[in-house]
Structure formats: C-alpha cells, structure tokens
C-alpha cells in the first residue's frame, strides 16, 4: 500500500510565497472516488477545482472486463481492467465465472429456440398465463419429471414367467374390475392406477396363489380410489362386490401387504397424463381423443402390454386415433411434447391395432361395452375400426 503524505498543500499566490488558504478553498468539490480506485496506487490530487463527473459520463465510462490469461509459472498474473486498475486474481476468477454462466445459460436458450424454430412447434401454452391452475411456467418441468418417474418404476417384459398366475389369470382381472370401476363410478385415474399397482405388487411379489389374486385386485383398487377419489368407497363396498369371497379384515391384510411390498410408493405417472398434454399439443376434437382413451384402455388387459411406458402407450394411442380417423399428420408439435417420434411409436401402434381386431372376438367385452354407450360417443362402433388401414397395421403387430 502506498502512504498518503500529511503535508498540507499550498497554494501560489501572487507574491511567489505561502499564503494561507481558507477552510472552504481547500473543500472545494466533494470528489468521490470509482469503486475500483480504491484500491490503486495513486492518491488523490486535491489540486484545481474540477468538476464532478456527471452520472451519464459515468455510464458510458464503465470498465469493460477481458478475460485474464493463464499466470506462468512462479508469477502472479493480474487482470487489468480498462487498461488502468489491477483487480486480485480471485475477484477476476468471480468475474470470469459468472460471465461464463451467463454465456451457457444463453447459448442454451438460443439452442432451445433455434430447435423449436427449425421443427415449426406451437408454444401450447402461451396463452395459459393467466391461468393459475394450468402452471404454465413449470408445466414442461413437471412432464420432465413424470418421465424420469417412469425411468424408476417400469414393469419387466414377461414378469409373470415362473409365477403361478398367468397372463389369461390377469387379463380376466383387470376385465372384472373395469366393470366394478364402471360400477362404482370412480374417476379414469382409478382404474390407470389399480392395473398399475396391481403389476407392480406381481412383478415384486412371486408367490401370489391363484385363490388371491382377485384379493389382489379388489385391494389394489381400493387403495387406488383412496389415492385418487374425494371420496372412495367403504371398504366394505368392496367386500360386498367380491360376493363376500373376502372378509373387510382380509382386505386391510393385503393393503398393508400391498404397501410394504410397494415401499408406499403408489404415485406412478398414468397413459392418461401424457394423452390430455398430447391432445392439447395436437388440438385434437371430442371425437380423436375418445378413440385413444378407448385404445389405451384396450391395452391394459393385455399382458404383452403392460411393460410399455404410459407415455409411448398415450402417445402411440393418439397417433393411432389421429390416423384412423382423418389421416392427421403426427407433426412436429406432437413431437416435441409427446418426446415420440411416429417411426417410434410404430411397434406400438401396430400392437394396438391387433389388439383392435381382437376386441371383436375377444371373451374380455368389459371395455369395448363400456364404450358403446353414448356418453362415450359410441367410439367402439364406428366403421373406420374395421378398414383396411386398421388391418394392414394388425398384421405387423405380434401380440407375444
């Protein structure tokens, strides 16, 4: 640090010799010093009565920051700020870390924007602002998350390899309780979520008996539509609807069974999440997105569906309905949100479509009956389920 000197300054006067200067003389203008003056080397002169520099100047003489280099060896390096002062290395390392945040933190939004421009998407949700309850600004947050839920909680191809119950026992289940939801009359999420439970349980419990698994079942939905319904059936409703094969007590057993096995973890992301953002992004009519709750729902008796992930499941149900009904184009806007493109969805659509030409014979009516009725706009009848479209993807889908 350099020492200021104590001497007193003197003013020349006429007569070339010291004269005293009065108090307000040596005030003058209060001279504020630039934060970055503080720590030079030079003092400063009182000399003269100089103007303040005006606020504006200031602005437009703001120091530009460079990036320092790297120091050699044995030596100090020391970045210079517009040529004049020396910052310590540190507070240059502070600068030049948080420029360079900025710097990827832009890059990143141009990239996102400059990706969003070149597939022509649709910003679905600009005009939900407004609107508290459609979370606008962290709703892309909360599908990301939804889909690392499901990276977490899949369910295995083939897991009832080895297990007493079959695919035939779980098919005639999940065919029985769609009509106990249907008469009940518990929200869509219910049901989504009973199957859900219900394999889970099966992949990670292997010794269910046959005698169980409508236990299992009945159970499953009733832990279910206490998750999901404002208010969920007694349980004795639920005893009742199994001809009182299973006793109130039996039931508490298995749920307590049921969530332990589960870790309490019953909170999976449904199909019918991921299809109501899809059919927003697509603007899909009452009719297209009736047709895909219909395939979706067709899919959850079918064992060779079931490890699927509820978003390749929403997806390819939409894109099925979307071709089936009009030919729209699965286009880049559906993309985007859907994170499927349709040569992805392909398998699945195919699948599904076997699935379709099933249903006609199938012994498992509960679904298909439940949409005939006309407040499902008797979307399981309508013709263009039988054409040529739906039968030439049935005979690329293998239902193993």
Same mark, same amino acid.
């Given at each position: 640090?350099?020492?200021?000197?104590?001497?007193?300054?003197?003013?020349?006067?006429?007569?070339?010799?010291?004269?005293?200067?009065?108090?307000?003389?040596?005030?003058?203008?209060?001279?504020?010093?630039?934060?970055?003056?503080?720590?030079?080397?030079?003092?400063?002169?009182?000399?003269?009565?100089?103007?303040?520099?005006?606020?504006?100047?200031?602005?437009?003489?703001?120091?530009?920051?460079?990036?320092?280099?790297?120091?050699?060896?044995?030596?100090?390096?020391?970045?210079?700020?517009?040529?004049?002062?020396?910052?310590?290395?540190?507070?240059?390392?502070?600068?030049?870390?948080?420029?360079?945040?900025?710097?990827?933190?832009?890059?990143?939004?141009?990239?996102?924007?400059?990706?969003?421009?070149?597939?022509?998407?649709?910003?679905?949700?600009?005009?939900?602002?407004?609107?508290?309850?459609?979370?606008?600004?962290?709703?892309?947050?909360?599908?990301?998350?939804?889909?690392?839920?499901?990276?977490?909680?899949?369910?295995?191809?083939?897991?009832?390899?080895?297990?007493?119950?079959?695919?035939?026992?779980?098919?005639?289940?999940?065919?029985?309780?769609?009509?106990?939801?249907?008469?009940?009359?518990?929200?869509?999420?219910?049901?989504?979520?009973?199957?859900?439970?219900?394999?889970?349980?099966?992949?990670?419990?292997?010794?269910?008996?046959?005698?169980?698994?409508?236990?299992?079942?009945?159970?499953?939905?009733?832990?279910?539509?206490?998750?999901?319904?404002?208010?969920?059936?007694?349980?004795?409703?639920?005893? $009742?609807? #199994?001809? *009182?094969?299973?006793?109130?007590?039996? !039931?508490?057993?298995?749920?307590?069974?049921?969530? =332990?096995? &589960?870790?309490?973890?019953?909170?999976?992301?449904?199909?019918?999440?991921?299809?109501?953002?899809?059919?927003?992004?697509?603007?899909?009519?009452?009719?297209?997105?009736?047709?895909?709750?219909?395939?979706?729902?067709?899919?959850?008796?079918?064992?060779?569906?079931?490890?699927?992930?509820?978003?390749?499941?929403?997806?390819?149900?939409?894109?099925?309905?979307?071709?089936?009904?009009?030919?729209?184009?699965?286009?880049?806007?559906?993309?985007?949100?859907?994170?499927?493109?349709?040569?992805?969805?392909?398998?699945?659509?195919?699948?599904?479509?076997?699935?379709?030409?099933?249903?006609?014979?199938?012994?498992?009516?509960?679904?298909?009956?439940? $949409?005939? #009725?006309? *407040?499902?706009?008797?979307?399981?009848? !309508?013709?263009?389920?039988?054409?040529?479209?739906? =039968?030439? &993807?049935?005979?690329?889908?293998?239902?193993?």
């Amino acid at each position: 640090m350099s020492v200021r000197s104590n001497m007193q300054p003197s003013v020349i006067g006429f007569d070339n010799g010291p004269r005293k200067v009065e108090a307000k003389v040596l005030q003058g203008p209060i001279l504020h010093r630039p934060a970055l003056g503080e720590v030079g080397n030079r003092s400063v002169s009182l000399r003269g009565l100089k103007a303040p520099v005006k606020p504006v100047d200031v602005a437009r003489k703001r120091p530009v920051l460079t990036r320092p280099t790297k120091p050699k060896s044995n030596s100090i390096s020391l970045c210079r700020v517009s040529g004049k002062e020396n910052v310590g290395l540190q507070e240059c390392e502070k600068v030049e870390e948080e420029m360079d945040v900025e710097e990827v933190a832009k890059v990143e939004e141009l990239s996102v924007a400059f990706s969003t421009q070149c597939l022509n998407v649709e910003d679905i949700d600009a005009e939900d602002g407004g609107n508290p309850q459609l979370v606008s600004e962290y709703v892309n947050d909360i599908y990301k998350y939804l889909r690392e839920l499901e990276e977490g909680s899949k369910v295995q191809p083939r897991y009832l390899d080895g297990q007493v119950v079959t695919g035939k026992m779980r098919a005639i289940l999940i065919d029985w309780l769609v009509q106990v939801h249907l008469r009940f009359m518990l929200l869509q999420e219910t049901l989504y979520l009973t199957v859900a439970i219900i394999d889970r349980y099966l992949q990670r419990e292997r010794t269910v008996s046959r005698s169980k698994l409508q236990l299992v079942g009945v159970t499953a939905m009733f832990i279910a539509s206490k998750y999901e319904e404002m208010y969920s059936p007694d349980i004795a409703d639920f005893a $009742y609807i #199994t001809d *009182k094969a299973y006793t109130k007590n039996e !039931i508490r057993k298995m749920e307590v069974n049921i969530l =332990k096995t &589960l870790d309490f973890n019953v909170s999976y992301p449904l199909p019918l999440h991921f299809l109501r953002r899809n059919s927003k992004a697509g603007s899909v009519d009452a009719a297209q997105h009736t047709l895909a709750k219909y395939l979706m729902e067709l899919c959850l008796p079918e064992y060779c569906m079931c490890h699927y992930k509820a978003s390749m499941i929403a997806a390819a149900a939409l894109c099925f309905s979307l071709k089936v009904l009009d030919g729209s184009p699965w286009n880049d806007t559906l993309v985007y949100y859907s994170c499927n493109t349709e040569e992805q969805l392909m398998p699945v659509i195919c699948k599904m479509a076997a699935i379709v030409v099933k249903s006609i014979s199938s012994k498992q009516q509960a679904v298909k009956q439940k $949409y005939k #009725t006309n *407040k499902q706009m008797k979307i399981s009848d !309508i013709p263009q389920l039988h054409s040529q479209t739906v =039968k030439k &993807l049935a005979e690329k889908g293998a239902l193993t």
